[in-house]
């Protein structure tokens, strides 16, 4: 099947005749694959009679070389696969199994993207990023504070850069245009964080996806906001130099150096908010985030701090 897409990605027309001589298949084999890729990958192929058949738009896949010409210094070993169940626990699989980290794992597609609480993360095929980093962390609870939030900066900078100049930050780690989600972060954790651990830095970016029927909040993506087509291996290649950047930074200074930034980034500043816990429901505005990256928040008049995977924000509606 992959070679078949690999006769198609170009985006141009190929007759059933001409790909069933280059798989050495019949072209009723040829068709049965075709079916198989708009089924399996989601991918829209035109079929015009006289012409043959064509992807709806050409594909570029994830390639580790070109990931590493644009990396600079920071070239993390590599796992590329076409499919997994889940970059994290595709990592995490790798973690257990010895694999030294730093590394890193992408996917052109997930069958059960995770976000936050079981949530899943909505992955079609050869489109978005699907980016887990691995981190080894020692003796240091230090070293994963406010670590989230230091991830979401980092893929802020990312998207800005690639031309998405409205790209921002609703805590804890949620990217945003305007109230569209268009990148989402799950970090998860191995070992004893007080002692050695390891922790995956999950990040999914809306990079190519143009429609998602199954996304069931407002969404936006890199080429949606921005009119073009991105190219994802450059794009991985730029996220890891602003991660290793503000990694860096956080590692020696601590989040509290990056407070400030993410504040100045912080969609919802000021504004009136709920935090819901469960079932439970908390009104407030929205102060910023103290030096742990917890959130801050005004109930009542008087300051309080949250903080906790388990909890999420909501525009009040008189805000
Ligand atoms: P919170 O506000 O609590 O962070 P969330 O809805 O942002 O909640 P996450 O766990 O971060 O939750 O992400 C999962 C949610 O993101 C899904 O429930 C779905 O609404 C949305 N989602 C899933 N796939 C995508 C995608 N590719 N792009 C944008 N949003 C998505």
């Known amino acids: ?48 009679r006289g012409r043959g058949y064509q992807l709806a738009s050409p594909l570029a896949f994830l390639n580790a070389e070109e990931i590493a010409a644009n990396s600079g210094s920071t070239v993390w070993p590599v796992y590329i696969s076409d499919s997994v169940d889940s970059t994290n ?15 890193l794992v992408l996917a052109e597609q997930q069958t059960a993207g995770r976000g936050r609480r079981g949530r899943k993360w909505v992955s079609p095929y050869a489109q978005n990023l699907y980016y887990s980093l691995v981190l080894r962390i ?35 780690n949620d990217v945003l245009v305007e109230d ?24 999914g970016i809306n990079v190519n996806m143009q429609k998602a029927a199954d996304v069931d909040q407002q969404w936006t993506s890199v080429q949606l906001e921005t009119g073009s087509s991105v190219d994802r291996n450059h ?6 130099l602003h991660l290793q950047g503000y990694l860096d930074r956080h590692k020696s200074l601590g989040f509290s150096a990056l407070q ?6 912080h969609l919802w500043q000021g504004r ?38 388990e909890l999420s924000l909501r525009l009040r509606d008189d805000s």
């Open 1 to 48: 099947m992959l070679t078949l897409l690999e006769l198609l990605k170009d985006g141009r027309f190929h007759s059933g005749e001409a790909l069933g001589a280059a798989l050495g298949v019949s072209r009723s084999a040829v068709w049965k694959q075709l079916q198989h890729l708009e089924a399996e990958l989601n991918l829209p192929i035109h079929k015009v």
């Open 89 to 103: 626990a595709e990592a995490l699989r790798l973690v257990d199994a010895g694999s030294a980290a730093p590394f």
């Open 138 to 172: 020692e003796g240091g609870l230090r070293q994963l504070e406010g670590l989230s939030l230091v991830v979401g900066l980092a893929v802020m900078q990312a998207l800005r850069e690639a031309g998405v100049q409205r790209a921002a930050l609703k805590w804890p």
């Open 180 to 203: 569209k989600k268009i990148a989402g972060i799950l970090l998860e954790l191995v070992g004893d964080p007080a002692d050695i651990c390891h922790v995956v830095l999950g990040i």
């Open 235 to 240: 794009l991985v290649a730029r996220l890891g």
């Open 260 to 265: 400030e930034e993410w504040e100045q980034n």
């Open 272 to 309: 009136a908010v709920s935090l819901i816990a469960g079932v439970n429901q908390i009104d407030g505005v929205v102060l910023g985030i103290d030096r742990q990256g917890a959130l801050r928040l005004s109930v009542d008049g008087v300051e309080k701090t949250y903080s906790g995977g």
